[in-house]
């Protein structure tokens, strides 16, 4: 019973942590969207692709890979 509360604590930490996290992306997300345009979001791709995937970038960034 006592770990069962300590894993249940856990448990719920994680959940709040990662609906934080997942705000805050939706934030970055909406930004980067408004603020740049795709132009800029297909330059961002190509200095960075070395360094992530294409796909992920283009998915994260809204923009097709056919686009990019």
């Known amino acids: 019973e006592p770990k069962m509360r300590a894993e249940l604590k856990r448990l719920r930490k994680l959940e709040r942590e990662?609906?934080?996290?997942?705000?805050?992306?939706?934030l970055l997300k909406k930004a980067i969207q408004?603020?740049?345009?795709?132009?800029?979001?297909?330059?961002?791709?190509?200095?960075?692709?070395?360094?992530?995937?294409?796909?992920?970038?283009?998915?994260?960034y809204d923009v097709t890979r056919e686009g990019y």
Do not use: G, P, V
Request: net charge neutral; glycine share 0%.
């Open 18 to 26: 990662h609906n934080l996290l997942k705000q805050e992306h939706d």
């Open 34 to 60: 408004h603020f740049w345009i795709k132009k800029e979001i297909f330059e961002f791709i190509d200095k960075n692709k070395a360094d992530y995937s294409i796909s992920t970038m283009c998915r994260l």
